[in-house]
């Protein structure tokens, strides 16, 4: 076959939590994308302009750097600033939802009210567009 | 102890309360999403027990997680700080939803559940999910608190004038004199209840009482001459402006 095989969609978890991370590294590797993973926001922020990802997952409350003020350097930076971003927190105020979304992002999920598999379905959803 | 002590100490205990809860809130996600794995078996075929188990532990996951909920949102509803996104909301879909989904519950607990469905949608100026919790909360207290033998739960809305009325009737076993002052207190709990249901919280008409009166509604209910409660609660029918808003300019939150 001459068509190139395509890349698989690589995806970036920026979260603390070790064992979420562990829960969406197996279930998306699974769903056939490449993950990789940061556990703070400077690493997050980081890895957002040296790897390429084609999603990030971001967390909220993250040390070193707030999931807001990564969000916004997401944004601002060139590179990475039309990568969809989903932020999945647990921070389920009407307010904070307005502000995650007002900021820029894809979509907010709150931990405790998603279902892994409807979040691993709002990742394919927004790596389609 | 004045008064200024008392209001201190209640503060931190409505602090660690949200504290605690929070922190509850990431293990439950990490583990309900486990569960979730393996309940899918995509990591494996399970056996019937084990497939079972799994259910099991995810109910109590959930259990765990709305104790969690109720506690989150009294420690707000305590701080002035519960708000609610109200909309043009069709209360006769919810109700029909809440019943559906105590369907098998209530099948299980010998417990009849009446709709008495308007001919016509009923639309209240309410936050939908909340106002569901409210619903939710009269019903399942309801078929919880029923009598011994067969029991029969009549839930009724109707429109007065710009309010709504919502009934929910049951022939369950009752609410005392001395219980009748306090039930929408904040973790009180009836002897009876204590015996029928020993793991209830308390909480939910504490958080339902303050989910009405924030939509600007009222809830209370009324002995019924025969046997059992009749619960109800009012929500306006279209969009509620507070008197002391109404004189704010256009609030934008933006800022």
Redesign the interface.
Known sequence: MSEKRKRRPKILMIEDNIFLRKLYRDKLTRAGFDFIEATNGIEGLNKAFSENPDLVILDLILPRKNGFDVLDEIRKNKKTKNIPVIILSNLGQEMDIKEGLARGAQEYLVKTDIRLSDAVEKVKKWLKK | MDRKQTKRKKAKFSDVISIVA?QL??????L???L??LA?E?LGKLNKKQKEYLLDARKNVEVI?NI??DLLDVSKIEEGKY?L?PQQVNLVKICEEVIASFASWARASNCEIVFKKPSVDVKAYVDPSKIRYVIENLISNAITYKSLGPARVEIGITKKGNNILFSCKDNGIGISKTDAAKIFSKFYRSEEAVILNPSGTGLGLYISKAIVELSGGKIWFRRNRDKGTTFYFTVPATHYVRKKKAKTKNID??G
């Open positions: 929070h809130k990431t293990p439950i996600s990490v309900y999403g486990y979730e794995v899918s995509e997680s969690v909920k708000k996104n939150d933006r």
